[in-house]
């Protein structure tokens, strides 16, 4: 282990945005130190999106084996053994993070593990040493958040740290929070055979989604009985014998055996030396410009702990941002809006751009087209429901082409598989008659894109108005 030293880079926090950085600006030749107090690949790798598809992954195969004489199979579910499902889980996570650190030493990237402390403007102090860089890059990332007065034992009241780690299945469980992160687990575990309640103060599930799309998933979970409570606020929480009573706002109580606590994830900002050391924040968010350049010159901050989509690839695409500028490239802005959203629920939820309720907000004419996946032979095949529902700029002359696709807003099994080719039809500008000349591949998932951009150019093939 390196003892203190001079570097092109310090890095602080060593999770997808620090990493990404790390790896990019080696590319450059930059001599990087990377300073990490837990495991390298952060939240991400260790708590967050790799195990909980580990665990979404399990629950599609028991859904699978279950509903399996759907297809004529003939095979009988015995049940879920959690400690062989964390043991899969976790073999995934080591091989990746096993990799991870291959490919950083393979870069010549100087790895610090310990607590780091922002110093001075160009240097982070660790295990007693000081490490100073001509840049530093702030990546400490985010950790759960709860409510006021609402105290998570770890045990009954949990976060998904806890909820990754549970070597069992609840027989019930309450989710406070319909977000990503809640509707995930709200899938997991109702295929794990829990009963399983989404309490969501917006009126909606995935409040930041389209809500044509929040409808659809809604009705799917209607069919798979899981329960949600909308437009309803949490007010308190009580032990039971057996688990929980949780009160909401409109006085209805609901009983369980624990209450997983999914109401966001806040910066890791405090005691770190930020503000002493002339960083801007913004409630514990590091302020940053459009290319995360903070209030100091000489530090940069990226990934969760500034206030974009608390997504992995964002903060790759923000580290490498960063890397990149400091490498003297001319970088551009990142289009947060189009950034790829996927919500990994049975049924998946996926999308890229703006909603209608944006685009209205926003005052822009819109076309848009819905296109069932009941329409869709793999999907009918896969036997999946959902939608596909591509919203573009109105034709700018009556009878005239819709001009630039402004959102791409799918629902069903697999479709986050598809949002990779609606990111390129957003971000490259394209116009729906630009897709419509394209050919999909029959039978397969993506037609309806394909199927979805050919109706809104005036030439539907297998849709009805
Ligand atoms: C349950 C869950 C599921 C998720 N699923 C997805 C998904 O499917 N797809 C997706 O894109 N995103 C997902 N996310 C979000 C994703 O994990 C984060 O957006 C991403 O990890 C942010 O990266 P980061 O580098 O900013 O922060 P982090 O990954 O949190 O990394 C910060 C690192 O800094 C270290 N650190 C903090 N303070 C110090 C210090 N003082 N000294 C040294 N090191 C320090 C931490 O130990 C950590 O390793 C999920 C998150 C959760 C919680």
Not at 291 to 320: K, M, W, Y
């Amino acid at each position: 282990m390196a003892e203190g030293g001079h570097y092109d880079i310090v890095i602080l926090g060593g999770g997808s945005g620090g990493y990404a950085c790390a790896l990019r600006a080696a590319e450059f030749g930059k001599r990087v130190a990377l300073i990490e107090k837990d495991k390298v690949g952060g939240t991400c790798l260790h708590r967050g999106c790799i195990p909980t598809k580990a665990l979404l992954h399990a629950a599609e195969v028991a859904d699978s084996s279950r509903e399996s004489e759907k297809f004529g199979v003939r095979t009988s579910f015995e049940g879920i053994e959690m400690p062989a499902v964390l043991s899969y889980q976790q073999g995934v996570v080591e091989r990746l993070w096993k990799g991870l650190q291959s490919t950083l030493a393979s870069r010549k990237i100087d790895m610090i593990y310990g607590d780091g402390k922002l110093a001075s403007p160009t240097s982070v102090a660790v295990n007693g040493a000081t490490y100073t860089g001509d840049h530093v890059v702030l990546a400490t990332g985010s950790a759960p958040r709860s409510l006021p007065g609402l105290t998570v034992d770890g045990v009954r009241v949990i976060t998904s740290d806890d909820a990754l780690r549970l070597d069992r299945v609840p027989s019930s469980a309450i989710i406070l929070g319909g977000g990503v992160i809640g509707v995930e687990f709200a899938s997991v575990w109702r295929s794990f055979g829990a009963e399983v309640t989404i309490v969501e103060m917006a009126p909606q599930l995935l409040p930041l989604e389209e809500e044509a799309s929040a409808k659809v998933l809604q009705r799917a979970f209607r069919r798979r009985g899981i329960g949600f409570e909308l437009g309803t606020p949490f007010q308190s929480v009580s032990y039971t014998d057996s688990g929980v009573q949780v009160t909401l706002g409109n006085g209805k109580q609901l009983a369980a055996e624990l209450l997983l606590v999914a109401v966001g994830r806040g910066p890791v900002s405090a005691d770190l030396g930020y503000e002493e050391n002339g960083v801007t924040m913004t409630r514990g968010w590091v302020d940053v410009d459009q290319l995360c350049r903070t209030s100091v010159p000489t530090i940069s901050a990226v990934g969760d702990l500034i206030n974009t989509p608390q997504l992995a690839h964002v903060g790759f695409a923000e580290g490498i941002g960063v890397a990149e500028r400091l490498g003297g490239l001319d970088v551009r802005p990142i289009d947060y809006d189009g950034v790829p959203r996927i919500t990994y629920s049975d049924p998946e939820v996926a999308s890229v751009g703006i909603s209608s309720a944006q685009a209205a907000a926003r005052g822009i004419n819109v076309v848009e087209v819905n296109y069932p996946l009941g329409g869709n032979g793999k999907s009918v095949i896969l036997q999946t429901q959902g939608q596909a529902k591509v919203i573009a700029e109105a034709p700018a002359t009556p009878g005239g082409q819709p001009g630039r696709v402004l959102g791409i807003h799918l629902v069903g099994a697999r479709v986050g598989e598809l949002i990779a080719e609606a990111q390129l039809i957003y971000n490259w500008d394209a116009e729906p008659d630009d897709v419509a000349a394209l050919i999909h591949p029959h039978p397969t998932q993506s037609e309806i894109i394909g199927e979805a951009h050919l109706a809104l150019a005036g030439k539907p093939l297998h849709f009805h108005a």
